[in-house]
Structures are given as structure tokens and as C-alpha cells.
T-cell receptor
Framework: DTGVSQDPRHKITKRGQNVTFRCDPI?????LYWYRQTLGQGPEFLTY????????KSRLLSDRFSAERPKGSFSTLEIQRTEQGDSAMYLC??????????FGSGTRLTVV | SQQGEEDPQALSIQEGENATMNCSYK?????LQWYRQNSGRGLVHLIL???NEREKHSGRLRVTLDTSKKSSSLLITASRAADTASYFC????????????WGAGTKLIIKP
């Protein structure tokens, strides 16, 4: 197992376009998380899956954001009608229950 | 919302010296974790300390937890240039055993 993989590493998109990111967690981990991080700040929680069930979604997340984890394997995070304020690093992590997280390298989104 | 506050915000020391970073939090926790992030990269889990533990070691790392003061410290002994990174504390809440709440981090620079 090579850890948590995220794709793409970088994404530049025009305002108003939709984008989708993918995360492949560590296969033995039952929990998957999406976080967002802006420069100089710690990660901000977006959403969380336990197996295939999405159990929590941050109130900060607008309806433009949606995440899926079909069959409890990989996960996708979609942002519709992107805005400049969506520019950030999007981090995926997985864990076995509440053990320490393993993070992917992140997807850096730039909305122009 | 951010719960953890790291102190100092930035720290610059000579290689070989010890580095101490502190973290304070606000609510009751079931664990506290420390992570390292190299510039523009993903986060790496360093150590997890549970609320019923007071001290934990991992190699050159020593973490203490004082739940009465709602604070933790991370000590890196015999620092190396490769330790240059941002260090974040993250708390696992008693109310939520899945969501970590993060501070803004301490930026550590080790001068050769």
C-alpha cells in the first residue's frame, strides 16, 4: 500500500466551472476525511465517511460541495460553480477508527 | 472553527538545539495529535496522545499533555535541518470522535 493518493495534484479552473477531485485511501482504513487548507492556516474540516456512509458534513460547506464514497473505496469531492474563495489546498486523509490520520499530498485548486 | 492555538507562531533555532512548541485548546478532548507539514506538502502524523496519558515519546519527539491546563507541548531534541517545517496540533473532541480541530501551526526553521 502506497498511502493515500490524491488526483490531480494541481487544478486551475475558471470561475463558474465544476471541478472534481479523487482520493484513494489506505485500503485497511475505514474512515475517510476531506479537509481544506488555506495558506498559513490549519486544515478545516469538510466532511467525513465511515465506510461508504457520509456521516458528517461541515456547516461551512455550501450546497455547491458534494462528496461521495461509492462502495467504501475511493472518494470524490465535487465543487460546482467554483468561486475565487474556493481556491485552497484540498486534503484527503484516512484512518482506522480514531487512530492518527494518513494524509494525501493534496490537490491545490486555483480559481481564476 | 479552530480550537488549538500553537505557540510560538514561528521559531528559529540552530541545528542541534532543542525546539519546544506549545498547544492550547478549549474543550474536553479524547486525544491530541501532532502533525508536521513541509512547505506545500501533505501533513505527516507524528504522535497521538490520549486524554488519560501525560507523556509520550517517539524517537527525538516528546509530547506532554496537561488536561487540567488544556495544553500540550512538543519537544524535538537535537534538531536537524530536515526538521524545518510547520507543526500543527489537532484535537479529537469528546463530542465527536471523528473530527479533528486544528490550530494554525508553528513554523519551525532550523538554521545549519
Amino acid at each position: 500500500d502506497t498511502g493515500v493518493s490524491q488526483d490531480p495534484r494541481h487544478k486551475i479552473t475558471k470561475r463558474g466551472q465544476n471541478v472534481t477531485f479523487r482520493c484513494d485511501p489506505i485500503s485497511e482504513h475505514n474512515r475517510l476525511y476531506w479537509y481544506r487548507q488555506t495558506l498559513g492556516q490549519g486544515p478545516e474540516f469538510l466532511t467525513y465517511f465511515q465506510n461508504e456512509a457520509q456521516l458528517e458534513k461541515s456547516r461551512l460547506l455550501s450546497d455547491r460541495f458534494s462528496a461521495e464514497r461509492p462502495k467504501g473505496s475511493f472518494s470524490t469531492l465535487e465543487i460546482q460553480r467554483t468561486e475565487q474563495g474556493d481556491s485552497a489546498m484540498y486534503l484527503c486523509a484516512s484512518s482506522f477508527w480514531s487512530d492518527g490520520y494518513t494524509f494525501g499530498s493534496g490537490t491545490r485548486l486555483t480559481v481564476v | 472553527s479552530q480550537q488549538g492555538e500553537e505557540d510560538p507562531q514561528a521559531l528559529s533555532i540552530q541545528e542541534g538545539e532543542n525546539a519546544t512548541m506549545n498547544c492550547s485548546y478549549k474543550t474536553s478532548i479524547n486525544n491530541l495529535q501532532w502533525y508536521r507539514q513541509n512547505s506545500g506538502r501533505g501533513l505527516v502524523h507524528l504522535i497521538l496522545i490520549r486524554s488519560n496519558e501525560r507523556e509520550k515519546h517517539s524517537g527525538r519527539l516528546r509530547v506532554t499533555l496537561d488536561t487540567s491546563k488544556k495544553s500540550s507541548s512538543l519537544l524535538i531534541t537535537a534538531s536537524r535541518a530536515a526538521d524545518t517545517a510547520s507543526y500543527f496540533c489537532a484535537t479529537g473532541s469528546m463530542d465527536s470522535n471523528y473530527q479533528l480541530i486544528w490550530g494554525a501551526g508553528t513554523k519551525l526553521i532550523i538554521k545549519p
